[in-house]
């Protein structure tokens, strides 16, 4: 883990109060398209994850904050899509690397909305798959149903599987 990691989990731990608003910010950040590039947010949750397991945090507004953002973030992806259409296809680092737009579409046309779904654990292709969402024309009330659905699962999972981690270092810890 990076130092600012390290840093920012410290922060966490002396100001609990911020924990939902932190995780509203980061998870945004992770499912909005090009900001996802800059900030990783992935290992955040982990680490915040992990350290539930120590008693440390609760894990409960550390899920709703990350759902929250979740929903924020690829719901804007999805407007971006929707009102800018082909045009955000044009924008680095979308034309660097075309191979992963007809990654997103292909799986667009084999699964169909549930893409949405799968596309909150698929690191590459998630800020994609919102884009495309929004670019296909599909309803604002359907994308809303299943990225619902994989907004509040991945914001569920990913910090559990920290939790998990911690957890299982703390039974390891106790044979020593």
Same mark, same amino acid.
Do not use: C
């Given at each position: 883990?990076?130092?600012?990691?390290?840093?920012?989990? $410290? @922060?966490?731990?002396?100001?609990?109060?911020?924990? +939902?608003?932190? %995780?509203?910010?980061? *998870?945004? =950040?992770? !499912?909005? $398209? @090009?900001?996802?590039?800059?900030?990783?947010?992935? +290992?955040?949750? %982990?680490?915040?994850? *992990?350290? =539930?397991? !120590?008693? $440390?945090?609760?894990?409960?507004?550390?899920?709703?904050?990350?759902?929250?953002?979740?929903?924020?973030?690829?719901?804007?992806?999805?407007?971006?899509?929707?009102?800018?259409?082909?045009?955000?296809?044009?924008?680095?680092?979308?034309?660097?690397?075309?191979?992963?737009?007809?990654?997103?579409?292909?799986?667009?046309?084999?699964?169909?909305?549930?893409?949405?779904?799968?596309?909150?654990?698929?690191?590459?292709?998630?800020?994609?798959?919102?884009?495309?969402?929004?670019?296909?024309?599909?309803?604002?009330?359907?994308?809303?149903?299943?990225?619902?659905?994989?907004?509040?699962?991945?914001?569920?999972?990913?910090?559990?599987?920290?939790?998990?981690?911690?957890?299982?270092?703390?039974?390891?810890?106790?044979?020593?």
């Amino acid at each position: 883990m990076g130092s600012w990691t390290e840093t920012f989990i $410290a @922060f966490v731990e002396r100001n609990q109060e911020w924990l +939902p608003l932190m %995780m509203v910010l980061f *998870a945004a =950040a992770e !499912t909005t $398209a @090009f900001l996802s590039l800059l900030v990783p947010s992935t +290992p955040v949750l %982990m680490a915040v994850g *992990a350290l =539930a397991a !120590t008693g $440390a945090v609760s894990f409960w507004p550390l899920w709703i904050g990350a759902s929250i953002g979740a929903l924020i973030g690829s719901t804007f992806s999805y407007w971006l899509g929707r009102r800018y259409g082909s045009a955000v296809l044009a924008m680095r680092p979308m034309r660097d690397h075309p191979e992963l737009v007809t990654k997103a579409q292909v799986a667009f046309a084999k699964y169909g909305p549930a893409t949405i779904l799968v596309g909150h654990f698929t690191t590459v292709l998630r800020p994609i798959v919102f884009l495309l969402a929004g670019m296909s024309g599909m309803r604002l009330g359907r994308f809303l149903l299943w990225n619902t659905l994989g907004s509040v699962t991945w914001a569920y999972v990913v910090p559990k599987l920290g939790q998990f981690g911690g957890d299982l270092i703390g039974w390891l810890w106790s044979f020593l």
